[in-house]
C-alpha cells in the first residue's frame, strides 16, 4: 500500500532554515508528481510546492517562492522541501502527497514545523 513517511520538522528561529523528507513506498515514484502541502492551526490546507515526476518541473506557492525548493530522489523514493529565510507565517504541520493512477490522494501523517525565536 502507499505510505508516505515525512520527516525532518522541527523548532526553528525565523530566518533560519530547515529540509523536509517524505519517503515513499508501496507504488512506482518516479512515474508520479509529488507535492507538500501545509496546514496551519485554523487554517486549510495549503499547496506549498509541487514536482514532476522526473523532477523537471516544480511550481510554488506565492507566499514560499525565492525560499522554499522542491525536489527529488527518485533513487532513494524520497521527495525534499528545503526552507530558507524562515517566516512566523510558515508555522504549519508539512504534509507530503501525492495522487494515484485514479486522482486519489495520498497523504502522510505530517510533521510539525514551529517558527520561534
Known amino acids: 500500500q502507499v505510505q508516505l513517511v515525512e520527516s525532518g520538522g522541527g523548532l526553528v528561529q525565523p530566518g533560519g532554515s530547515l529540509r523536509l523528507s517524505c519517503a515513499a513506498s508501496?507504488?512506482?515514484?518516479?512515474?508520479?508528481?509529488m507535492s507538500w502541502y501545509r496546514q496551519a492551526p485554523g487554517k486549510e490546507r495549503e499547496l506549498v510546492a509541487a514536482?514532476?515526476?522526473?523532477?523537471?518541473?516544480?511550481n510554488y506557492a506565492d507566499s514560499v517562492k525565492g525560499r522554499f525548493t522542491i525536489s527529488r530522489d527518485n533513487a532513494k523514493k524520497t521527495v525534499y522541501l528545503e526552507m530558507s529565510s524562515v517566516k512566523a507565517d510558515d508555522a504549519a504541520v508539512y504534509y507530503c502527497?501525492?495522487?494515484?493512477?485514479?486522482?486519489?490522494?495520498?497523504w502522510g501523517r505530517g510533521t510539525q514545523v514551529t517558527v520561534s525565536s
Open positions: 502527497n501525492t495522487q494515484g493512477a485514479y486522482g486519489t490522494n495520498y
Open positions: 508501496g507504488f512506482t515514484f518516479s512515474m508520479y508528481g
Open positions: 514536482i514532476t515526476n522526473t523532477g523537471g518541473s516544480t
